[in-house]
T-cell receptor, first 110, second 115 residues
Framework: SQQGEEDPQALSIQEGENATMNCSYKTSINNLQWYRQNSGRGLVHLIL?????REKHSGRLRVTLDTSKKSSSLLITASRAADTASYFC??????????FGKGNQVVVIP | EPEVTQTPSHQVTQMGQEVILRCVPI?????FYWYRQILGQKVEFLVS????????KSEIFDDQFSVERPDGSNFTLKIRSTKLEDSAMYFCASTMTTPSNQPQHFGDGTRLSIL
């Protein structure tokens, strides 16, 4: 099946540092979305980037999309302890379902 | 901010028993979804639902699964005869309009444990 794959899987950084996660996918998409999951909680939508967009910002979050390489990155700038969570990319192939990657676990050390 | 709510938060069931997981989507949303996440694995799509019928379903969503919108607010997932491998977190989600280029809003999930 067609699914996003994040890389790296686990990231541990100091508060104030930036965190970057990557995601790749296999075929053409309608959009790519990033979600955050705190331990024991549901998935919280962060950013949606359409296939005709290259970069999108939301607060301290920056998402890029390279459709030629079929990849996306999520950058969290000036990280905070509250950013500690798992981050998932999910691809929308236009078939009324999301395909999730395995997720990146980010730990921000105060 | 409106939320998707799921009950119960944790369900323990004997293998072979039927289980119903309940969701209340955001009130003005029209498209509803179920996903599951087996411990340590990816979040997997199960089914989408619109206008009182299934829009899409995955290969996981076999005959033991069914979904229903019994009234104007609830959206349920029924597993008829549970198996050990059904143990997972089950997430409900909803979107307001046609899902193309719309984020999905997720509930906190129901942890299903099959004994």
């Amino acid at each position: 099946s067609q699914q996003g794959e994040e890389d790296p899987q686990a990231l541990s950084i100091q508060e104030g540092e930036n965190a970057t996660m990557n995601c790749s996918y296999k075929t053409s998409i309608n959009n790519l979305q990033w979600y955050r999951q705190n331990s024991g909680r549901g998935l919280v939508h962060l950013i949606l980037i359409r296939s005709n967009e290259r970069e999108k910002h939301s607060g301290r979050l920056r998402v890029t999309l390279d459709t030629s390489k079929k990849s996306s990155s999520l950058l969290i700038t000036a990280s905070r302890a509250a950013d500690t969570a798992s981050y998932f990319c999910a691809t929308d192939y236009g078939n009324n379902r999301l395909a999730f990657g395995k997720g990146n676990q980010v730990v921000v050390i105060p | 901010e409106p939320e998707v709510t799921q009950t119960p938060s944790h369900q323990v069931t004997q293998m072979g028993q039927e289980v119903i997981l309940r969701c209340v989507p955001i009130s003005n949303h029209l498209y509803f979804y179920w996903y599951r996440q087996i411990l340590g694995q990816k979040v997997e799509f199960l089914v989408s639902f619109y206008n009182n019928e299934i829009s899409e379903k995955s290969e996981i969503f076999d005959d033991q699964f069914s979904v229903e919108r019994p009234d104007g607010s609830n959206f349920t997932l029924k597993i008829r005869s549970t198996k050990l491998e059904d143990s997972a977190m089950y997430f409900c989600a909803s979107t307001m309009t046609t899902p193309s280029n719309q984020p999905q809003h997720f509930g906190d999930g129901t942890r299903l444990s099959i004994l």
